[in-house]
């Protein structure tokens, strides 16, 4: 069964650069979340999208903004990244009310 | 705020070595319990959704219960491969459909 994609599995950059991470939706979910996992951390919940508006909102910082597009797909914005924004970063899909699932991730560090 | 709690944070069994992992949350109205199973460098894979108290599920080795406070999952015979880090999640009625993650159990399986 087709899965949630998410691109690229590992990134590196510098303080103060920029990133974006893209993620895949299973195909006919309608809901996108997107979670940051600390080294050692529980997943924390950072914001979704539902039928392409957002629908909620967690610890998100101001640097860093989301969109989801036409075709599902949603992208994860970062600027003037900072050493502790280095950790794995989650989307998972759904529809619905129905339980997440969870891409592989993909790791941001910060050097 | 919704709070989640896993103990233990970590588990060493012999293969064969029946045991549980115990969830305790605290939320402003349960709209469900999951539980996740994550291997290192992967993203939660999706094991079961609770929604009521006294709600059983089960899946080969894994069973989970739920309770107005707490849930277990149960691991029966374990083998090797089912060593994993075990996540426990919470949606609140309240607060959209994001999952409020506990810090999870380290489950280590020896032959």
């Known amino acids: 069964a087709a899965g949630v994609i998410q691109s690229p599995r590992h990134l590196i950059k510098e303080k103060r650069e920029t990133a974006t991470l893209k993620c895949y939706p299973i195909p006919r979910h309608d809901t996108v979340y997107w979670y940051q996992q600390g080294p050692g951390q529980d997943p924390q919940f950072l914001i979704s999208f539902y039928e392409k508006m957002q629908s909620d909102k967690g610890s998100i910082p101001d640097r860093f903004s989301a969109q989801q597009f036409s075709d599902y797909h949603s992208e994860l914005n970062m600027s003037s990244l900072e050493l502790g924004d280095s950790a794995l970063y989650f989307c998972?899909?759904?529809?619905?009310?129905?339980?997440?699932?969870f891409g592989d991730g993909t790791r941001l560090s910060i050097l | 705020e919704d709070q989640v709690t896993q103990s233990p944070e970590a588990l060493r069994l012999q293969e064969g070595e029946s045991s549980s992992l115990n969830c305790s949350y605290t939320?402003?109205?349960?709209?469900?319990l999951f539980w996740y199973r994550q291997d290192p460098g992967k993203g939660p894979e999706f094991l079961f959704t609770l929604y009521s108290a006294g709600e059983e599920k089960e899946k080969e080795r894994l069973k989970a219960t739920l309770t107005k406070k707490e849930s277990f999952l149960h691991i029966t015979a374990p083998k090797p491969e089912d060593s994993a880090t075990y996540l426990c999640?919470?949606?609140?009625?309240?607060?959209?459909?994001?999952?409020?993650f506990g810090g999870g159990t380290r489950v280590l399986v020896k032959p």
């Open positions: 999640a919470v949606q609140a009625i309240t607060a959209g459909n994001k999952l409020t």
């Open positions: 998972a899909s759904s529809l619905l009310n129905q339980p997440q699932h």
């Open positions: 939320v402003s109205g349960l709209r469900g």
